[in-house]
């Protein structure tokens, strides 16, 4: 980034270190954590699915946010092998609905905002003020699967959430490359 920190000009992440732990009692059984994984990922990959088309007018924005969803797709087939693997279930393909007592999957997205909101959020707004909110949501989720490894005991919950923040790491870097690289045309 030209400038260092001091040019970004772009959303940050807030709060206090354990923001985003308030959730979680640290004993939580291994597939409930990997259900509500796959959950956040489909709730990030609905929003950019959506993002997307609403873009379909500018070619390079409208790649970039098909790419978004084909690699959160990658994280939730990554969560159900990691599902088969703790529960030993090898008939499931994908995180059933049934595990889900009081919420919708999907309906909150990485960074804790529900779809809605976020979709909401972006009409009207330019592509890149888009992309900096995504790489904002990235960012949490990265922090939060960082925080949850170092927090739970049980080394098979550590494993999963170790294996999702290298994936978060490596979808914001490429994020940001491409937002350094790429000047999307005003879509106003």
Not at 56 to 80: I, K, M, Q, T, Y
């Amino acid at each position: 980034m030209d400038g260092g920190i001091r040019a970004w000009k772009g959303l940050v992440a807030g709060g206090p270190p354990e923001a985003g732990m308030a959730y979680f009692s640290g004993k939580e059984r291994a597939e409930d954590l990997i259900a509500l994984a796959w959950s956040l990922e489909e709730g990030s990959r609905r929003f950019y699915n959506a993002v997307s088309q609403s873009l379909s007018e500018n070619r390079p924005a409208s790649d970039l946010f098909n790419g978004l969803v084909r690699a959160e797709e990658h994280h939730e087939a990554a969560l159900v092998g990691l599902y088969r693997e703790v529960t030993g279930d090898t008939a499931i393909s994908a995180i059933p609905s049934l595990l889900f007592s009081d919420a919708v999957p999907g309906e909150i997205m990485e960074g804790g905002i529900s779809v809605v909101q976020a979709l909401s959020w972006t009409r009207g707004r330019e592509i890149n003020d888009i992309l900096d909110m995504s790489i904002a949501l990235e960012s949490h989720a990265y922090d939060l699967y960082i925080k949850m490894e170092r927090a739970l005991p049980d080394e098979r919950a550590k494993r999963i959430f170790q294996i999702l923040a290298g994936e978060e790491k490596v979808h914001l870097e490429r994020m940001v490359v491409l937002l350094e690289k790429q000047h999307f045309p005003s879509t106003k």
